[in-house]
């Protein structure tokens, strides 16, 4: 089982920054496959931006070259910074870990882009 716990949702103007943290349990943190996904009310949960195992990263449409996914295997932490925040990125997001057959989500973080 791995504990998920994240953080750095908040309340930004349009155009603002925000960066989210996830934080996973266990000791082969290395082997994780990650990833931010969120979640509108009435929509379902789509993927935001991904890390591989193998360290490939992939973003969806509308975020990139707004949002960036790193990762420090030191902190089993990876983080999600969001730039040029826009309305339509308000949302639930939620952090995702893959490792093996299986697969853990977080309890989500609201994050509400609003003027």
């Known amino acids: 089982q791995v504990q998920i716990v994240e953080s750095g949702g908040d309340l930004v103007q349009p155009g603002g920054s925000l960066r989210l943290s996830c934080t996973a349990s266990?000791?082969?943190?290395?082997?994780?496959?990650m990833g931010w996904y969120r979640q509108t009310p009435g929509n379902q949960r789509e993927l935001v931006a991904s890390?591989?195992?193998?360290?490939?990263?992939i973003y969806t449409d509308s975020v990139k070259g707004r949002f960036t996914i790193s990762r420090d295997n030191a902190k089993n932490t990876v983080y999600l910074q969001m730039d040029s925040l826009k309305l339509e990125d308000t949302a639930v997001y939620y952090c995702?870990?893959?490792?093996?057959?299986?697969?853990?989500w977080g309890q989500g973080t609201q994050v509400t882009v609003s003027s």
């Open positions: 266990g000791t082969d943190f290395r082997s994780y496959s």
């Open positions: 995702r870990v893959v490792y093996g057959a299986s697969g853990y």
């Open positions: 890390f591989s195992r193998g360290g490939n990263i």
